[in-house]
């Protein structure tokens, strides 16, 4: 029985249950299950146990935590103080972090225990997983498919108990997605909302920090934690964060739902189309009114985002030269050296990005490739704007499909249409995220797998976005039905 | 954004990646699979349109000239691949910087 | 060979770190000459996850430094990455201005020593960070040829620099200089830097190249690299003229390239250089928000005029004070703001700034202290007052300022007390000088047989028989008289 973080914290704060024991019941079991699962590249025992020890002093103390007691599972692509901070990647896989993330530091802070740093595509940079050069982790609902990505790790540890809050990063749908594979609730909030300092960057303009989780109600208690100006990044917004946990609604009477009409479900299979059919009705059910939106720019968006993603990553991942930490690869002079290291230290999809990043970015491809992409981007924004005068969220798939197997997925461009539905909301910005809204089944599935709805609100409406999440969670209950048939194989 | 053409050995020097010949084939392929994709966006009408230019407007975010703790020389070399005394040690520079 | 005069066509592009507490981006300290790789953090070493937030007094110095010159601030101006790969880079890019620099224009006036007043155009003065600091190791001279590995302090690393470019109008090594000196006199006035070639607050490269006299086309040019003083710029773009000069008289072609100068060898030599270009792949920083500023919020930055050292210059000169004096006093902030208030008073400003940079110039540099710390407005005043007005002579000017260097006395009370006045009364002096020449009457008539260096010895005794007191000036006037009158 997976715990939720409200019910932990709840319970560690009236002190019915001590920080410690729950910290240990949490390492026992992700030291069985992570064998399986590989949600975890490092479990972090020992500072697990010292900051479950300062959290029940605190809590006897009468300090109130938020999070009091509350297993976290860190993406390890957000460093931690002493923690081995990887990115998935054999050029980090040895470098030890010496400052933490201002959004994990405010999870902890508020009492979350840090269990261990969760796997990745590398450089979050993928929509499977299957990017990792250090690690397989693989879906509990079917041990035989991906979790998705790139944050694969840390929904898997929440969907196999191994901790009841993970960050995710999503920069073009890699908390959504895979929280959509995982049967979880995957958030990622307005560009600037919380701070990308210790966040390892991939694309600067896209990257946000967001919880993932099993209720909505656990994702509003860690945003709003972890949101707020950060004097240590210049684009976190400086706009108060209305506490988003007590506005959590139970009906969705008033609310207007927009479905767009270019995100039409015909192309998607049989059973999948009806699962999503069946969620829109949910939402009318409970009271929504919907209304068809239209985003004319939605199908140039795989297009515009993969060209200023890894325009960015290629400045952003320049760093890694073997010069001040990682790997280094020697060479008979520097500039030797740093081809060498970049090419033994970077796996195939990074490398791919930053050549094609690179290339858009260089001397006379610049104007045509990622300006214009830019220009592309404002009017994916501006689609958005138009649309949210008619509605107050937009509701869609997060993904095509339910998670699919390894190696499924052997071209490139394949794997970057798993982010159609997500990468929309990216470009412009705005607050979306992933709910659990049922199961299918296909023919080569030997259980179910989870889909997940994705619900998208303008800019800063988190409160409002959450809202609705939640009133649809409550109205549907489908996380409720059944955990993930993975669970018993694994120890879990 | 006529061709879909890209010059992945110049491209690769550029990033400083070493290349195999195999990896410039098939990288060469599959990016140029993906700007025939990306040609698709010759077709959208953004002539007047302003690049963005930040995702949430904002302006002169700037901090005081304060001073804030530097990390320890220990833990900073502790990381480095390569240290000499105080210092980061590289293999010899042989170009000019620009 | 061919007997075409050629003019020299020149421009400066210099980068000066600014004088702040913290680095550009970061907290760390901005300091010259700590230990290694002790300013360092998360940030300026580039690591991972690091974020940069840029120094708000860093962005007000380097706008204030541009309307000192009356460049434009523009509404709108951002920052950009320039992407490439060296070691002493800790991004492997570098944040810098592109195309919407923090100022554009603007316009350095100078003086040359003999009065010719000058001009030169700037492009721009944009904001950047400062690099890391490398040192090679393995080879006999230091150098990087020949060398077997670097060795890279990060300190530098984060600091904030002002790149300043000046449009190609300088015509000479010794405008480069005079450019050079302005642009430091202004930066140091503003505290903005404190522009010291020594300690790398300022690096300067050159681009020289040569034309014939009155033509519109611009020559071949070189970029010259690796001065580290005034000095050496001035005989750097010299050594430079004169090897292009010779090159085209026999009839050969410029190399554009870019050459370092030697100061040993007093010559530039070609540097090694990758003729490809580099492909900087500019685009904004997306880590960073634009800088848009309105017109109140960018006059309020406005330096005063007055507080310009443009502006005293003018002052000065218009005044009569010597160019190069004006330029000592413009350029010692405590002797200027003295200046200012000494010759306020004195209402003789030629006669003050020549009397600051006289004596007590000398006496600020035996003992150490300042002209300002060391003489009291007061007593600067009454001492111009009592040299003008004929009381003192030079000599008893010296011993008094002596006197009163350090204390708080007054020159003039101690001339009163003591009876220091000399005395110009004409009646008295003639009175000596009637008294010395009746008893010297050998003496007088040798001066008038043609022995005029007796002249000297008759003036002595005049300032014997008058204690000394005598205005040795009209003792010299009258006894000339005398001795030239027909008996």
Known sequence: MRRTAASIARSVGRGEAGAAEITEEILALSERANPSVGAYLTITADLARAHARRVDERVAAGESLPLAGVPLAVKDNMCLTGTRTTCASKILADWTAPYTATAVQRLLDAGAIPIGKTNLDEFAMGSSCENSALGVTRNPWDLERVPGGSSGGSVAAVAAGMAAIATGSDTGGSIREPAAFCGVVGFKPTYGRISRYGLIAFASSLDQIGPISLTVEDSALAYDVMAGKDPFDATSVDLVADATAPALRDDLKGVRVGIVREFDLAGLDADVRACYEAAYKDLERLGAELVEVSLPTADYGVATYYLIAPAECSSNLARFDGVRYGLRVDGPDVGAMYEATRAAGFGPEVKRRILIGTHALSSGYYDAYYVRAQKARTLVAADFARAFEACDAIACPSAASAAFRFNAKSDPYSMYLMDYYTIPMSLAGLPALSVPCGYVQPPDASRPLPLGLQLTAPAFAERALLGIAHAYEAGTRHAAQMEPAGLAEVGA | ?98 | MNGQTYEAVIGIECHVELRTETKMFCGCRNVFGAEPNTNVCPVCLGMPGALPVPNRVALEHTIRAGLAFAAEIPAYSKFDRKNYFYPDMPKDYQISQYDMPITSGGVVEYVLDDGTRKSCRLTRIHLEEDTGKSTHGGSSDGRIAGSAFSLVDFNRAGVPLMECVSEPDIRSAAEAVAFLEALKRTFVALGVSDVKMEEGSLRCDANVSIRPAGATEYGTKTEIKNMNSFRSVFRAIESEIARQEAILRDGGRIVQETRGWDEVTGTTHSMRSKEEAHDYRYFPDPDLTPIELTPAEIDRMRPRAEDLPQHMLAVLVAENVPVKRAHQIVDDAGLAAFYRSVAAKTKAPAATANFLLADPARLANESGTPVHEGLSERAAVELIQLVAAGTIGSKTLKAVLERVWGTGESPAEIVEREGLAQVSDRGAVEAYVRDVLAAQGKSVADYRAGKTNVLQFLKGQVMKTSGGKADPVLVEELLKESLSATP
Do not use: C, W
């Not at chain 2, 990288?27 to 302003?50: K, T």
């Open chain 2, 1 to 98: 954004m006529s061709s879909s053409k890209i010059d992945v050995r110049y491209v690769a020097k550029l990033a400083r990646i070493a290349l195999t010949d195999d990896e410039v084939a098939t990288y060469g392929a599959q990016l140029e699979n993906l700007l025939e994709h990306v040609a698709a966006l010759e077709q959208l009408p953004v002539g007047d349109v302003a690049p963005t230019a930040q995702v949430i407007p904002a302006r002169n975010v700037a901090r005081d000239d304060v001073p804030q703790p530097s990390l320890a020389r220990d833990v900073v070399l502790a990381g480095a691949p390569q240290s000499q005394g105080a210092y980061f040690r590289v293999p010899r520079i042989i170009a000019e910087a620009e």
